[in-house]
């Protein structure tokens, strides 16, 4: 199974021309969180509209996994806590979201939204208590923020993890923890788009803007994964122990050769310059 991970999107459209483009490639397609973009000049309803277009698109190319981060809240629930309502709604589209899991063969994708407040926070417990029941062999977690006091989530000064992802990845050691929310750390100094927690992968890509978007590859079968940015390459094996720097990849998979070749439409030529 091959896994094609992003977050932090933000409204790009450009970017999620890409992400539709490169879909039919994966077995999956991991959205770890913020979709959207509260400083967008755009208004909110309208981004929630357009993107949900995309998702509809996106969940026909290929399995569809999609998180809550803190740009998706868009309402207050019963109790005064953030949540993401439109999220919640795409689950008709046949997309897994906040609060669902996904067995896929001897791999189940548990789901987290976003938490603002205690009642959210406890509910993620109890998610993780009953996923983990029935756990199988491999199990993955999407969760928006990164774990507190991780290369992943360190912003250059201090870090911005959560400190009960921490504690919860203690307590069940899943195989890996899919993140963002903290868009610098793959590119600074002391900071990293992976790293290991007892036997848990964490992963963050980053953010860069532009197309396309930064993203990681998982290849569960062949027990690799890659992250690909604007200029860089890297892999690490996942059934070695946590090593530094990543190594470079010197020879690209089939798919990825693909990726290079997805056309921008920003750059095709007009009709009337098309003489």
Known sequence: MRCLVVADLHYSLPQLDWLVSAAPQFDLVIFAGDALDISSQVDFRAQIVVVKKYLATLVRQTRVILCSGNHDLDERSAEGEKI???IADVRELGIACDGDDLRIGDTLFTVCPWWDGPLAKARIAEQLREAAARRPRRWIWAHHAPPANSPTSWGGKRFFGDVDLVQWIAQYQPAMVISGHVHQSPFITE????????TTWV???GLQHGRPPTH????LDAGKAFWLAAGEAQWIDLDAPLRRPAAAITQPPDWLTFLDRIADPS???PPAAAD
């Open 203 to 205: 992963f963050n890509a």
């Open 84 to 86: 993401s309502r439109w």
């Open 267 to 269: 750059l095709a030529k």
């Open 191 to 198: 900071g990293s788009w992976y790293d290991r927690l007892g």
């Open 216 to 219: 990681i590859v998982l290849d």
